[in-house]
């Protein structure tokens, strides 16, 4: 990977969105980070507390349940021959199989477009930004709110200059402030689970390649939410040269792994770096990708959707006007939770950033309801927000149904508040007895 960059924004202040504080990006996040949880060493030692109490909870038979709305399994086939679980077997005998339902998964055609699998999302942008990016040119984000963390790195590391914009009309603008745009990036469904309209996504699309860019789709869940939801296009559909989604998101079963498509000669470049850079998915795992992708169905993104409000209501209504809601999610903005503990704890302020508020909450509700929630999902996570997303019915229901799912995180809230004066104990929450 080559060359540094600088991140600029056309907004009048940066980041902002609904359920994000304002402050200057750090290391491409989106929020300010505090002294707990200031960078991410910090949010591994985090993990790593959390996987002890998820030992701990295992080994004395305590429920434990995945709450983060993120599939991560390994969905083999019933019937998989042991024999296939072979990187050289696998990739011989599955690979065409993948490139057609991943073709059909993306909206592509095979005359034109290819897919590639990545070991994660993220590998899959930054396979993508290493073959679009010159060093030193201008990349020209576009989002509902604003671009991810990812993004934000992958375009760092590239050796590019990302300017953030929001909105078609932003995003017009600053193209025309600059000259040399060789890669725009397209994020229809922010991290904040705000969705750009469709004729927007065909206005950016329309004014990238009328200046000669290449545009790049980071269409992580709005892959499948786009269409299923909002009967938007699929993701190469709406003309991207690139675009990558998660395989564990929202109507796919898994594994986490990303699926990169679009014209065949960007991705045989995007392929050669990844495997240069080690990045790719062992081959082994495509029998589940094809599983995954074979048993995905639209109806069941509008299923995941319609359980997850009847918590988010239930939320709402056990909480207050505090707990948003988008039209796909439920979000407990970072700030909110900071302020509703620091009313509970009868402090005026918390020595807190939002950030380290939500894993404060996050953490006692896995230690003592065995919920894993989305926090624990992304290191360092790609908001300060908690989000309650497209929760399964059944998880659901082994949790005791919406009330329980929110008399758990209102008695979180209380044993969080019991802590979060005592900036010691908050250290240990979060990151173990020895921290």
């Known amino acids: 990977m080559t060359g540094t960059a600088e991140t600029t924004s056309s907004r009048p202040s940066a980041p902002g969105g609904p359920g994000d504080p304002g402050g200057p990006r750090t290391d491409g996040l989106p929020y300010p980070p505090g002294a707990i949880l200031a960078d991410t060493q910090a949010h591994l030692d985090k993990l790593a507390e959390a996987w002890r109490h998820i030992r701990r909870r295992h080994e004395a038979g305590l429920p434990l349940h995945n709450a983060?709305?993120?599939?991560?399994?390994?969905?083999?086939?019933?019937?998989?021959?042991?024999?296939?679980?072979?990187?050289?077997?696998?990739?011989?005998?599955?690979?065409?199989?993948?490139?057609?339902?991943?073709?059909?998964?993306?909206?592509?055609?095979?005359?034109?477009?290819?897919?590639?699998?990545?070991?994660?999302?993220?590998a899959a942008l930054y396979a993508a930004f290493q073959v679009t990016v010159r060093p030193g040119s201008t990349v020209v984000a576009v989002s509902p709110s604003y671009s991810h963390p990812a993004v934000v790195r992958g375009v760092r590391d590239a050796g590019g200059v990302l300017v953030d914009t929001v909105g078609a009309a932003a995003f017009e603008r600053a193209l025309d402030d600059h000259d040399d745009v060789p890669v725009v990036v397209l994020t229809r469904l922010a991290v904040t689970y705000e969705a750009l309209p469709e004729k927007e996504l065909h206005r950016v699309v329309e004014l990238a390649h009328a200046r000669g860019a290449v545009v790049v789709v980071d269409d992580a869940g709005g892959a499948r939410v786009g269409p299923a939801m909002l009967g938007q296009p699929r993701t190469l559909e709406l003309g991207a040269d690139l675009g990558a989604t998660g395989m564990d998101k929202y109507g796919l079963a898994g594994p986490r792994v990303g699926l990169l498509g679009g014209r065949i000669d960007l991705v045989a470049k995007a392929r050669a770096r990844a495997f240069e850079l080690g990045t790719e998915c062992r081959p082994m795992?495509?029998?589940?990708?094809?599983?995954?992708?074979?048993?995905?169905?639209?109806?069941?993104?509008?299923?995941?959707?319609?359980?997850?409000?009847?918590?988010?209501?239930?939320?709402?209504?056990?909480?207050?006007?505090?707990?948003?809601?988008?039209?796909?999610?439920?979000?407990?903005?970072?700030?909110?939770?900071?302020?509703?503990?620091?009313?509970?704890?009868?402090?005026?302020?918390?020595?807190?950033?939002?950030?380290?508020?939500?894993?404060?909450?996050?953490?006692?509700?896995?230690?003592?309801?065995?919920?894993?929630?989305?926090?624990?999902?992304?290191?360092?996570?790609?908001?300060?927000?908690?989000?309650?997303?497209?929760?399964?019915?059944?998880?659901?229901?082994?949790?005791?149904?919406?009330?329980?799912?929110?008399?758990?995180?209102?008695?979180?809230?209380?044993?969080?508040?019991?802590?979060?004066?005592?900036?010691?104990?908050?250290?240990r929450l979060l990151h173990g007895a020895e921290a």
């Not at 083999?76 to 024999?83: E, I, N």
């Not at 034109?112 to 999302?121: G, K, P, S």
């Open 68 to 122: 983060s709305g993120l599939e991560r399994g390994l969905p083999l086939p019933a019937d998989v021959d042991p024999w296939l679980l072979d990187d050289e077997w696998a990739g011989a005998l599955c690979a065409e199989r993948v490139r057609e339902l991943g073709l059909g998964h993306l909206g592509g055609t095979p005359d034109r477009h290819d897919v590639f699998i990545t070991n994660r999302l993220t």
């Open 285 to 427: 795992l495509y029998p589940a990708v094809v599983r995954s992708l074979e048993g995905y169905r639209p109806e069941l993104v509008r299923e995941l959707v319609a359980s997850t409000r009847e918590v988010g209501e239930a939320l709402r209504e056990r909480l207050g006007d505090w707990v948003e809601h988008t039209p796909f999610i439920t979000r407990l903005p970072g700030e909110g939770i900071r302020d509703e503990l620091a009313r509970r704890a009868g402090a005026p302020s918390l020595e807190l950033a939002a950030i380290e508020a939500t894993a404060a909450l996050s953490m006692i509700l896995l230690r003592d309801h065995g919920l894993l929630t989305v926090h624990f999902a992304g290191m360092p996570p790609g908001t300060a927000a908690l989000l309650i997303k497209f929760l399964p019915a059944r998880v659901i229901d082994a949790i005791g149904g919406p009330q329980a799912f929110a008399a758990a995180v209102d008695g979180a809230l209380d044993e969080a508040a019991a802590i979060v004066t005592d900036p010691a104990a908050t250290r």
